[in-house]
């Protein structure tokens, strides 16, 4: 399993499969701030072959736009009962399960099956989740063909771009622990890429937004698939 930090202070060098450029944008309701990292690990969308992928975050105090959806799901499916709002503190967001506390995760996973670099079904799956009481995480994505543009079944596949939106739609304010949010990306069943934000603790008011974007470089043939999480507790 390998993991790979984003730290708004600092450029990571990750040794490992492949490099992995990762970028990083955030900033507060009031203060923004922007830094651009490069490390190079586990995030590429290839076995153990891949480029790299890369994320970045863009919390907001207003609704952060986010890209289109596009591919499938993986075989988990989160079976939860309504659950109460975290209070006072949070779990760290790389060991959050989603099956067990589906709230800090987000309600679809994407899948998608590519043979000899071209893309053969893509889709999405949804996840049972209660938000009612607490931000809204949601997922979306774009698959991208060789040359720009989105990819349709036969076309070639340069990458995946998804972003993971953490929207408070509450009237109490959240704290995001380290700006925290993770991307789990699969391939053939198991765990390729674990990606994580990192940063100064986010204060979330009514109407902020957390925004985490991650490209993912794909080379291999295979199946794919990918979830974001984060974790949350209330000010």
């Known amino acids: 399993m390998q993991r790979t930090a984003l730290s708004v202070f600092a450029a990571l060098l990750a040794a490992g499969i492949i490099g992995t450029a990762l970028t990083v944008l955030l900033w507060d309701d009031d203060e923004p701030l922007a830094t651009a990292l490069s490390p190079s690990p586990t995030a590429t969308a290839s076995?153990?072959?891949?480029?790299?992928?890369?994320?970045s975050v863009s919390p907001t105090g207003s609704p952060a736009a986010s890209p289109s959806p596009s591919p499938s799901p993986t075989p988990t499916t989160a079976t939860t009962a309504p659950t109460s709002a975290p209070s006072g503190s949070a779990p760290r967001a790389?060991?959050?399960n989603c099956e067990q506390t589906p709230q800090y995760c987000t309600s679809t996973s994407?899948?998608?099956?590519?043979?000899?670099?071209?893309?053969?079904?893509s889709g999405t799956t949804q996840h049972p989740a209660d938000y009612?009481?607490?931000?809204?995480?949601?997922?979306?994505?774009?698959?991208?063909?060789?040359g720009g543009g989105d990819a349709r079944n036969g076309d070639d596949v340069s990458q995946v771009e998804i972003a993971v939106e953490i929207r408070n739609d509450t009237d109490r304010t959240w704290v995001i622990p380290r700006r925290e949010v993770v991307l789990r990306v699969f391939y053939n069943g198991s765990e390729l890429h674990e990606l994580v934000t990192s940063g100064p603790d986010f204060e979330m008011r009514p109407g902020g937004v957390l925004t985490a974007r991650y490209t993912i470089p794909i080379h291999d043939t295979g199946e794919y698939s990918w979830r974001g999480k984060t974790s949350f507790y209330a000010r």
Do not use: H, Y
């Not at 076995?47 to 994320?55: I, K, M």
């Not at 997922?139 to 060789?146: D, H, Y």
């Open 47 to 55: 076995p153990l072959l891949l480029p790299s992928p890369s994320p």
């Open 94 to 96: 790389v060991d959050v």
């Open 110 to 121: 994407g899948q998608m099956r590519i043979n000899d670099d071209k893309l053969v079904s």
């Open 132 to 146: 009612s009481a607490v931000p809204n995480t949601t997922m979306t994505w774009r698959i991208v063909r060789e």
